[in-house]
């Protein structure tokens, strides 16, 4: 089985502070892909990256950064100088491409990270 | 126009009424899903299916079906809804053999009273 923990329900920060993300993971398989989604107030989801297994380097984009360290599992998303249009419930998720043809190609979902930036 | 459209973006329905959420994209991916999504518990997967003639259900498809119409066209309906079906529902795709990123609707709002 997969699975996929975001313990952090809900963060608070101050716009220009950093704040990371964190996602933990758990699959048997060795090949599988780890995706950030963002969902802001209007409430659609935004693909922000995907990462496979065989690629731990990490990645940024602009103010978006991500640590994917499997020795420990984790696939955490840095936030740089936060904004207050970062406000978003932000979901981590696990595709693995092992098991019966079908169930392999679901994602499964975190519970996501509610964050808010305020002035 | 968005790749994935869902009808209607918001309905107030009465217990034991039928419903239908539809679904249509233009992306021509061969794969579409279901999802629910309640506070706190993230997306959890209702129906999947893999082209017109495959449907399967996910962790929660009790109280739901579906019925995939044609490659672009996915639809969900609650035969009989109950207030604990009061959810934002989203439609997704994705293409067949790829990475397995989904790309979604802009959400359906469902509230059963």
């Known amino acids: 089985a997969q699975k996929v923990t975001q313990a952090q329900t809900e963060i608070s920060v101050v716009e220009k502070e950093d704040v990371t993300l964190d996602c933990v993971y758990e699959?048997?398989?060795?090949?599988?892909?780890l995706f950030w989604y963002k969902q802001p107030p209007s409430g659609e989801l935004v693909f922000l990256i995907r990462r496979n297994s065989f690629d731990e380097q990490n990645e940024i984009s602009g103010r978006y950064s991500w640590n994917f360290q499997k020795s420990t599992s984790s696939f955490n998303f840095t936030i740089t100088a936060s904004q207050v249009v970062d406000s978003a419930v932000y979901f981590c998720a696990l595709r693995t491409m092992g098991g019966t043809t079908g169930t392999a190609s679901k994602l499964t979902f975190g519970t996501g990270t509610r964050l808010q930036v305020t002035l | 126009d968005a790749d994935v459209t869902q009808t209607p973006r918001n309905r107030i329905t009465k217990t034991g009424k039928r419903i239908m959420l539809e679904c249509s994209q233009t992306?021509?991916?061969?794969?579409m899903y279901w999802y629910r999504q309640d506070p706190g518990l993230g997306l959890q997967l209702i129906y999947y299916s893999f082209d017109v003639k495959d449907i399967n259900k996910g962790e929660i498809s009790d109280g739901y079906s579906v019925s995939r119409q044609a490659q672009a066209k996915f639809s969900l309906s609650l035969e009989s809804a109950i207030p604990n079906q009061t959810a934002l529902y989203f439609c997704?795709?994705?293409?067949?053999?790829?990475?397995?990123?989904?790309?979604f609707g802009e959400g359906s709002r469902l509230t059963v009273l």
């Open positions: 699959t048997r398989d060795t090949t599988y892909y």
């Open positions: 997704a795709t994705s293409e067949a053999g790829g990475t397995g990123e989904l790309f």
């Open positions: 992306k021509g991916h061969d794969r």
